[in-house]
């Protein structure tokens, strides 16, 4: 009965412990602010400031392939030797990466 107790706990604290993980990558600390996906360009840049770097990547079709959308990289750092690179698709941020400056 003890065993069993204490495998659901630890089951349950692992699946918590994933789960802040997948949340934790969906998101930017730039100072005492969060940026999340699907924050509009301007909102990045009030939270962020300016970007080291901006690199217009190219385009991609929207839904239904009716408008296309430019897409361009951010470049933030670095910060403790990362780079944080985030990617703009039709004026939304998508995606946030961290890379290990080289």
Same mark, same amino acid.
């Given at each position: ?29 730039? #100072?005492?602010?969060?940026?999340? $996906?699907?924050?509009?360009? &301007? !909102?990045?840049? +009030? ?6 770097? /901006? ?21 933030? #750092?670095?910060?403790?030797?990362? $780079?944080?690179?985030?990617? &703009? !698709?039709?004026? +939304? ?6 890379? /290990?400056?080289?």
């Amino acid at each position: 009965m003890i065993k069993r107790s204490l495998s659901i706990i630890t089951f349950t604290t692992l699946a918590a412990g994933l789960l802040s993980s997948n949340a934790l990558a969906d998101t930017l600390r730039c #100072g005492s602010a969060l940026v999340s $996906l699907g924050d509009r360009p &301007f !909102e990045v840049e +009030r939270k962020c400031g300016a970007p080291v770097h /901006r690199d217009p990547v190219g385009y991609t079709l929207g839904s239904y392939d009716r408008r296309e959308y430019m897409i361009e990289e951010w470049v933030y #750092g670095p910060s403790n030797g990362m $780079l944080s690179i985030l990617r &703009f !698709e039709g004026n +939304r941020l998508t995606a946030i990466e961290r890379r /290990r400056e080289r």
